[in-house]
C-alpha cells in the first residue's frame, strides 16, 4: 500500500528494526513507556542478531511520534539505523507490551 492508500485517521501498522547498541540499556521498556504514552499498541521485543524490533498500531500522528522517539536523543544506547514499513492495522494487541 502507498501513503495515499490510507484514509486519514485510519489506524496503521508501523513494523520497525532498530539496530546499534540497542539491547541491555532499557531500550525496549523506555520505548514501550513511550508507545503507551502516545495511545498505541503493540509489541517492541528483543531480536536474536542483536536488533529491537517494534511492532506500533496506531493514529498516524502518534506513530510520527514514536518514529521520531526511536531516532531522537531520547532513545537508550546507540540507535545506528532504523528500517520501518507501514501495513494497515490489524487490531491484534489490546496494549503495549515489552517482551
Not at 487490531?91 to 517482551?99: H, I, K, R, V
Amino acid at each position: 500500500m502507498n501513503e495515499q492508500d490510507y484514509p486519514e485517521g485510519t489506524p496503521r501498522r508501523l513494523t520497525a528494526r532498530v539496530t546499534g547498541e540497542v539491547q541491555g540499556v532499557g531500550f525496549r521498556y523506555r520505548t514501550q513507556r513511550q508507545a503507551v504514552q502516545l495511545g498505541l499498541t503493540g509489541v517492541v521485543s528483543n531480536a536474536a542478531d542483536g536488533s529491537v524490533r517494534v511492532v506500533a498500531e496506531g493514529r498516524e500522528p502518534a506513530l510520527d511520534g514514536l518514529r521520531e522517539f526511536l531516532r531522537g536523543p531520547k532513545a537508550p544506547g546507540m540507535v545506528a539505523a532504523v528500517e520501518e514499513s507501514f501495513s494497515a492495522a490489524t487490531g491484534e494487541f489490546s496494549d503495549f507490551s515489552a517482551e
